[in-house]
């Protein structure tokens, strides 16, 4: 049986870097260095919608265990470049997510998307059988039901202080405040399960087009 996709999120803040800069060491060194591992599917990088200094990107994986191979290792963590460890140093860390994906499994992520949301949180214990229920049961198929949802899949971590996270692709970052992504949020097993959501995290986000 074929493993289940891994993911990698690199979310920062980058306010107190030089845009130029960020952007250049992300298109020529950093999403470049990355994609020459093995087992790296794709890159896509984001934007955030109510503050263009957030910067999301988006890695799909063969498998969670590309991140804990020696092509992966010898260019993260301590092994970052010089270039990498100077920006990095500059930024503010919004989250950093390593997973794996459980529903539908192994869907890379669409290539055509106008939108992103990112949806993250830890919830309570005592709800968490029937948290994991509601979602692939109710919330994850009727989203993907609203027009303009291109992709709705979800991933629980391995590495992150926030364990599980849905992706959702939209053709415009505006999808997610229409009126039939509302109703399919609005439902009542959605309002039984949210006072068992902790340490939300949710970021609106356009695609990052390189200048020419």
């Known amino acids: 049986m074929e493993k289940p996709y891994g993911l990698l999120v690199a ?6 870097v030089d845009e130029g800069e960020f ?15 093995d087992g790296f599917i794709n890159a896509q990088r984001w934007l955030g919608v109510e503050d263009a200094r957030d910067s999301i990107v988006t890695y799909d994986l063969k498998s ?3 991140l804990k191979g020696a092509a992966y290792t010898a260019i993260a963590g301590a092994n970052l470049s010089p270039w990498s460890k100077h920006v990095t140093g500059q930024v503010r860390r919004i989250c950093r997510v390593e997973g794996e994906q459980t529903l539908p499994g192994r869907q890379a992520a ?9 949806n993250a949180m830890n919830v309570a214990p005592e709800a968490e059988a029937e948290f994991n229920a509601w ?6 198929p009727g989203l993907l039901q609203v027009k303009g949802c291109i992709a709705a899949r979800r991933f629980v971590a391995t590495e992150s202080v926030l364990k599980y996270v849905a992706l959702y692709h939209l053709t415009a970052p505006e999808v997610q405040v229409s009126a039939a992504w509302k109703q ?3 439902t009542p097993w959605t309002k039984k399960m949210r ?15 390189k200048k020419s």
């Open 11 to 16: 979310g920062m803040n980058f306010a107190s």
């Open 64 to 66: 969670k265990d590309v």
């Open 135 to 140: 979602y692939n049961e109710e919330h994850i």
């Open 110 to 118: 669409p290539d055509n998307a106008g939108g992103l949301l990112m």
């Open 195 to 209: 006072p068992f959501f902790r340490d939300g995290l949710r970021v609106v986000l356009r695609p990052y087009v």
């Open 184 to 186: 399919a949020v609005d």
């Open 23 to 37: 952007n250049a060491w992300y298109d020529t060194e950093h999403v470049p260095e990355r994609l020459r591992v």
